[in-house]
């Protein structure tokens, strides 16, 4: 995965957390300004944890996590080599067989997503990029982000903003419960 910002937060403040997120490439390819990017760079940093890192979170916001990078990426489904559909939990073809792309006709993610991993094929399903532009909306009520001046900048950094997000439960925050740093490839934007 490519990197594209580095991300510098505070601990959070009831609902509230500031940070700072800087390109990794020195050329300035402008800063999201919707409230998906704010979801994104939360949801990342629980993702990438780590020593420097946000925290855990409970076993609730880590399911609503789950679901909503399933909503941005899309979820994957495991079948067999043949494509039929695995029962849950086994590598056994589930009866009766039927075919992935006959059972989630019209839901197959348009540029193929298909893959090997945990000793199972899989295959991916279409991102519902609509769905979680809709639920971003729901979770950060607030979202602001100013990129800072590039004067200060040296000539191999690139150019960096200051972002204030809220947020509507403090749960989707409470993985910030110190400083914390990351990288993340999201931008902001949505799959198309």
């Known amino acids: 995965m490519t990197y594209i910002f580095d991300v510098f937060t505070g601990a959070r403040r009831g609902t509230t957390l500031t940070g700072s997120v800087q390109y990794r490439d020195p050329d300035n390819y402008g800063f999201s300004q919707g409230p998906v990017f704010g979801l994104q760079l939360i949801m990342d940093a629980w993702k990438e944890g780590g020593d420097f890192g946000a925290g855990p979170v409970s076993a609730a916001?880590?399911?609503?996590f789950q679901e909503l990078?399933?909503?941005?990426?899309?979820?994957?489904?495991?079948?067999?080599?043949?494509?039929y559909l695995l029962e849950e939990g086994s590598t056994q073809v589930r009866i009766p067989r039927v075919k992935a792309k006959e059972f989630y006709q019209g839901r197959l993610d348009p540029h193929g997503g298909r893959g090997f991993s945990d000793g199972t094929h899989y295959i991916c399903l279409a991102p519902r990029s609509e769905e979680f532009a809709r639920r971003a909306e729901e979770i950060i009520v607030s979202w602001e982000i100013r990129e800072d001046d590039s004067t200060d900048l040296d000539e191999d950094e690139g150019t960096s903003a200051d972002f204030t997000l809220e947020v509507s439960d403090p749960r989707y925050l409470e993985h910030f419960t110190k400083n914390a740093y990351f990288q993340t490839a999201f931008t902001g934007h949505l799959p198309s």
Do not use: C, K, M, S
């Open 69 to 83: 990078f399933e909503l941005y990426l899309g979820p994957t489904v495991r079948v067999d080599v043949e494509g």
């Open 61 to 64: 916001t880590e399911a609503e």
